[in-house]
């Protein structure tokens, strides 16, 4: 691939100096009108990219590159008349609806319904007549773009009108649902915060899995809320809220203990591992001012630098498993096989730079 891309380069960078070649390329683009969109080096960028697609093995000719070129301009030519088309079919769209509307906005009947709707379904304290009518312009502009035949205008854009208000209403319900479960929740949690049995139970639990010194009780209660009304709000029926919410407590405090647990086990593992480097030469030796000094370094390291050492140091992931898995850490998306060799390379230079700043620890 690398002897391709020499040769490939070479031959258009030949054109390139060529007053023939770069006077064709420009006539063309100002024969198909593209001159104020695109210039010759565009062209040129595009015409290397098929070109590198399609070479075969050293059959290359400069009458080819040139086809290839006439091609490219042709399709942007395409494409930018398409793109032409669109926006002026849009604009004319948007005068007629725009006229359309305004008249519907003169019409006291039209006023009328919109006002009795947002009535009728409790939202007049919360949205006016303009707004729902902006947002039954976007449903209309998008409907009529995509071919919709209208035949009785008024009517139409009434029932969008309508669908908006209902959609409205929907919204406003869960949100008022939302609202209404928090409050309850909240007033459940104040209660039980009150039981000295309840506040005995956290605490009993934190000192038996020794997290006392890491969390107190309301991180555990604050934690504990989020889920419950996560639970709650989407349709879980509770019949003792006390003895559920103790039960997630006490499963919040559990995750905890393994959080803990896991993160002790990774710095553990580091801290007795002599092939850190990439060198022959040992990063630390197992004496106890050395271990001190990597923790205070392994502190300093973020969560991410820490899972690619952990990965690669302590389980022995080669580097392509270890940019795959940070890519579902830092849920990216991995188009094609540039992207994962970008990101191989992105990982590996971070996992040495973690590695430095572990030696600048000492």
């Known amino acids: 691939m690398n002897d391709f891309n020499q040769e490939l380069n070479s031959k258009i960078g030949r054109m390139v100096e060529s007053k023939y070649f770069l006077a064709f390329t420009d006539k063309k ?5 593209l ?11 595009k015409t290397r990219e098929i070109a590198l697609e399609k070479i075969i093995s050293g059959e290359m000719l400069d009458a080819w590159l040139k086809r290839i070129c006439l091609n490219v301009i042709r399709n942007l030519e395409e494409k930018t008349k398409s793109q032409k088309l669109v926006e002026n079919k849009t604009n004319d769209f948007n005068q007629e609806l725009n006229s359309k509307i305004g008249r519907m906005l003169e019409s006291e009947s039209f006023m009328a319904f919109i006002d009795h709707k947002l009535k009728q379904f409790r939202l007049h304290f919360y949205y006016d007549l303009i707004y729902v009518v902006v947002k039954a312009r976007e449903i ?9 035949i209208v035949e009785n205008f008024d009517t139409w854009f009434r029932r969008i009108c309508f669908n908006v208000i209902k959609n409205l209403a929907k919204r406003t319900k869960s949100q008022k649902f939302v609202e209404n479960k928090t409050k309850e929740v909240n007033r459940e949690i104040y209660r039980m915060l009150k039981s000295e049995y309840f506040l005995a139970f956290i605490d009993h639990k934190l000192k038996q899995y020794r997290l006392d010194f890491y969390y107190d009780l309301m991180d555990i209660v604050l934690k504990a809320r989020e889920i419950a009304l996560g639970k709650i709000t989407s349709g879980d029926i509770v019949e003792n809220f006390d003895g559920w919410f103790r039960k997630i407590c006490f499963n919040i405090i559990r995750n905890f203990a393994k959080k803990i647990k896991s993160g002790k086990s ?3 593992k580091l801290k007795n591992k002599s092939d850190l480097t990439y060198s022959k030469e040992d990063l630390i030796y197992a004496t106890e001012p050395n271990l001190k000094l990597l923790g205070k370094g392994w502190e300093k390291l973020s969560e991410v630098e820490k899972v690619i050492l952990c990965l690669r140091e302590v ?7 270890v940019a795959k898995k940070i890519a579902d850490f830092e849920e990216l998306i991995i188009k094609d096989l540039d992207d994962e060799k970008k990101l191989v390379d992105r990982v590996r230079q971070k ?8 030696r600048d620890s000492f």
Do not use: C, N
């Open 29 to 33: 683009l100002k024969q198909f009108r």
């Open 35 to 45: 001159h104020s969109d695109y210039d010759v080096m565009y062209v040129v960028v």
């Open 140 to 148: 209309a502009l998008e409907k009529i773009s995509s071919g919709e």
């Open 266 to 268: 990774t710095e553990y």
């Open 315 to 321: 389980e022995e992931y080669p580097w392509k498993e």
């Open 351 to 358: 996992g040495r730079r973690a590695l430095q700043k572990l």
